[in-house]
């Protein structure tokens, strides 16, 4: 197990706005319509980079 790419994964930009979006509905400063429209965004961003990395050439060294 690569402890640091599941670092860098859990560290990236796109997660820490989930988080942080998780965190402000459970508070009540957003609604729940709009922690859907980022999660949304951050499940297809994620599915983008994994079928980048599948159809790249080299996806035997870069694993999504």
């Known amino acids: 197990m690569d402890w ?3 670092l860098e994964r859990l560290l990236s930009r796109k ?3 989930w988080v942080v979006a998780t965190v402000l509905v459970f508070m009540g ?3 729940g ?3 859907i ?3 949304g965004t951050y499940m297809g961003v994620n599915l ?3 079928l980048v990395a599948l159809k790249s ?3 035997e060294t870069r694993k999504p």
């Open 4 to 6: 640091k790419a599941i």
């Open 57 to 59: 050439p080299d996806n």
């Open 15 to 17: 997660f820490i706005v």
């Open 33 to 35: 319509w709009m922690w």
């Open 29 to 31: 400063k957003i609604e």
């Open 37 to 39: 429209a980022i999660t």
């Open 48 to 50: 983008a980079d994994w």
